[in-house]
């Protein structure tokens, strides 16, 4: 009989979520405002910031995923 690993628990699983989430905010903000020094407006800093944070987060959870946390 071969045992299947163990599900990662509830809890543990939000938190890799909202750590996942936390880093890619920090990459959202940092790629905001190094594209804001290139002297673009605003809105298109967001738009950069928001793209970097959507392919950090689906970057994260792949690797979350990949290890077994999600």
Do not use: H, K
Request: overall charge positive; glycine content about 10%.
């Amino acid at each position: 009989m071969v045992a299947q690993p163990a599900q990662p628990v509830r809890t543990t699983r939000i938190l890799a979520v909202l750590l996942a989430a936390s880093l890619g905010l920090v990459v959202a903000l940092v790629a905001g405002i190094l594209v804001s020094t290139t002297g673009i407006s605003l809105a298109e800093a967001f738009l950069y910031g928001g793209g970097a944070f959507a392919m950090s987060m689906t970057l994260f959870l792949a690797a979350f995923s990949a290890v077994g946390l999600v």
